[in-house]
């Protein structure tokens, strides 16, 4: 019995003097999340997500019209000539209607001007050519307004997130600490952000349209100016 008692103590004290561990919990890195960064925003940011939607679609869809308007057939005024000088003008009008691009429709328009004085046709293609820069242009006011609209309703929310941020704090009083200024703070930073990303985007969008709708109409310049060249030619 006496000899389960000394090991008993023997134990005791050898775990006395062993160090104790203890586990240290590391604290997590806080992870930046787009998507909750932009709920801090508020409702603002829903303001500019959906004008960056509408300014997405829009050019999209420019963007496949005036490309398809710019491809045109090399041969094209060729064979219109080929038509003119052989009398063929139903060819001619049927060419332009199966080519269905803006330099044809304007080449149609002329040809129905046959016989009139070379002025009225000139004026009768350039109608019609200022129609079809509307027809491409169609959109380009909301990109544009989106481009100079979108920081502006960043820097609103600023306003509101600082008003928000001293409010809580006029409300608190004393006992003001970071926690409590952050979801103004968010909201002012976020916004501020969003609206800039939003509009330069818009921006080199706008530009990146308007030139290739210059492209176009120098293409349509050039046919006009062929075509006009084709009726002064001298018969022969």
Sequence with gaps: MSIL?????????TTDGLPEFTTEVMPTEAQMNIIDLAIKGGWIMIVLLILSLVAIYIFIQRFLIIRR????????????????HEGKIDSAINLCRSTNTPSARMIEKG???????????????ENVGNLEIAKLEKGFPL??????????????????????????????????????????????LVTTVGGLVVGIIALFAYNYLVSQ????????????????????EPAN
Excluded at 221 to 230: G, K, N, S
Aim: hydrophobic content about 50%; proline content about 2%.
């Design 69 to 84: 308007a710019g491809k045109e057939d090399e041969s094209f005024m060729n064979r219109i000539k080929d038509y003119i």
């Design 5 to 13: 008692l000394s090991l008993q103590a023997v134990g005791a004290q």
């Design 143 to 188: 990109i544009a307004t989106t481009a100079a609209g979108a920081p502006m309703i960043g820097f609103l929310g600023t306003v509101t997130g600082m008003v928000r941020a001293f409010f809580d704090m006029a409300n608190a009083g004393s006992n003001v600490d970071v926690s409590l200024l952050s979801n103004g703070i968010y909201e002012a």
């Design 213 to 232: 709708v210059d492209n176009v109409v120098n293409k349509m310049e050039a046919r006009t100016m062929e075509f006009m060249d084709l009726l002064n």
């Design 111 to 125: 040809i129905t001007r046959l016989g009139r004085p070379m002025n009225d046709v000139l004026v009768a293609i």
